[in-house]
């Protein structure tokens, strides 16, 4: 297993990269002119456009709820690193 080595500066950029993976995710692209309405393959476009929708949301949703963990323990580390330089220097 690999040592990973963090600091709370780097837990907060790692936490807005994320948001930024986020928003690309949920930007909607528009499938266009999928034919004639009254074409079968016109509706089956249209289906899968409204469920990769639906599942960008959701791995939006779970990217935002990864990048906000983040960025709490950023702040309970810098925190945690505030109170220990503090007890060293007493």
Same mark, same amino acid.
């Given at each position: 297993?690999?040592?990973? #080595?963090?600091?709370?500066?780097?837990?907060?950029?790692?936490?807005?990269?994320?948001?930024?993976?986020?928003?690309?995710?949920?930007? #909607?692209?528009?499938?266009?002119?999928?034919?004639?309405?009254?074409?079968?393959?016109?509706?089956?476009? #249209?289906?899968?456009?409204?469920?990769?929708?639906?599942?960008?949301?959701?791995?939006?949703?779970?990217?935002?709820?990864?990048?906000?963990?983040?960025?709490?323990?950023?702040? #309970?580390?810098?925190?945690?690193?505030?109170?220990?330089?503090?007890?060293?220097?007493?």
């Amino acid at each position: 297993m690999r040592t990973v #080595h963090v600091c709370a500066d780097g837990l907060g950029v790692a936490a807005r990269q994320l948001g930024s993976h986020a928003a690309a995710i949920t930007t #909607h692209v528009d499938p266009g002119t999928a034919g004639p309405e009254n074409q079968a393959t016109t509706s089956v476009v #249209h289906a899968i456009s409204a469920q990769l929708t639906a599942i960008n949301a959701v791995l939006a949703s779970r990217i935002e709820a990864t990048a906000a963990k983040l960025e709490v323990a950023g702040h #309970h580390y810098a925190a945690g690193d505030h109170l220990t330089t503090e007890d060293l220097t007493e």
